[in-house]
């Protein structure tokens, strides 16, 4: 049974900070790894995805990957309370759209 | 392009109806995902295609539950008969991966059932 967990939240961070979201991961065969947002009554929009370990950087967000610790975090600098909303992390462990684990999900909350 | 289009957008119905749910693939996409969301349970992989091929359907609770994929664009997803513990918000997404790196799933608007 793959299992990706995360801390439920809420998870408050004032605005301009940077707020860390992270996650864990059971399979460790698991290739892929992404962080979808989805805001308040709205679909999951994907936002990052990462393959190698490492850093990836793409504007204001940070994913990180550590496959050896099985771990798998999100980094937002200069937080806005645009970026308020749940936070999903995803695995895959094939190559491939073959279905992604999701996360439960961390609620953020970017206080003005 | 339209998006993942999902329809009804609501759906309350009573114990024991028969739902059907039904999702439009983005065009050129040929991998088809049905998720169910809820507070408990987060987002869970129910079933999906790939060219129209059911490949994984270990997700679906139960045989009262049924999906289809009658053509490489249109998908159905049918509950019968549907019980309250159903209840929750049904998503169907789409991707066109099939390389590594590209597995970006779009998601429809999704489907909130309720069943009373």
């Known amino acids: 049974q793959k299992e990706v967990e995360q801390n439920s939240g809420p998870l408050s961070v004032p605005e301009g900070a940077i707020a860390s979201l992270n996650c864990t991961y059971s399979?460790?065969?698991?290739?892929?790894f992404f962080w979808y947002r989805q805001y308040s009554g709205k679909s999951p929009e994907l936002i990052m995805s990462i393959y190698s370990n490492g850093d990836k950087e793409d504007g204001r967000f940070t994913a990180q990957l550590n496959k050896a610790s099985q771990y798998v975090s999100l980094l937002i600098r200069d937080s806005q309370p645009s970026d308020s909303a749940t936070y999903l992390c995803a695995v895959n462990s094939g190559g491939g759209a073959d279905g992604l684990t999701f996360g439960k999900g961390t609620h953020l909350i970017i206080q003005p | 392009d339209a998006g993942v289009i999902q329809s009804p957008r609501h759906e309350v119905t009573e114990m024991g109806q028969e739902v059907t749910l039904r999702c439009k693939l983005i065009s050129g996409h040929n991998s088809l995902f049905w998720y169910r969301q809820t507070m408990m349970r987060g987002l869970e992989l129910l079933i999906y295609f790939n060219n129209n091929v059911p490949i994984d359907d270990s997700g679906m609770p139960e045989d009262r539950f049924s999906a289809k994929m009658p053509n490489a664009s249109f998908s159905t997803l049918k509950i019968q008969p549907s019980e309250p513990r159903d209840s929750a918000v049904y998503f169907c997404?789409?991707?066109?991966?099939?390389?590594?790196?590209?597995?970006?799933?779009?998601f429809g608007s999704g489907t909130q059932l309720s069943v009373l």
């Open positions: 399979d460790r065969v698991s290739q892929s």
């Open positions: 997404a789409s991707s066109s991966a099939r390389v590594l790196g590209d597995e970006k799933l779009f």
